[in-house]
């Protein structure tokens, strides 16, 4: 099993005409927009219970 930016989601998320494959595809695609563009993210302190893993909340 695949962990961290490496690991890839379980559809791929269509964005433009280019495929979002990993959570690393995704960071450097919102990396790429200008900043007015860019969603905030902040993490979040609360788990995700399936996994034990810490959260991200996009707003």
Do not use: H, N, Q
Not at 36 to 46: D, F, G, M, N
């Amino acid at each position: 099993m695949i962990k961290g930016w490496g690991r890839p989601f379980e559809e791929p998320i269509e964005v433009d005409s280019r495929k979002l494959v990993t959570l690393m595809d995704a960071g450097e695609y919102i990396a790429a927009l200008p900043k007015k563009e860019r969603p905030v993210v902040r993490a979040s302190s609360c788990r995700d219970g399936r996994r034990g893993t810490k959260g991200v909340l996009l707003s």
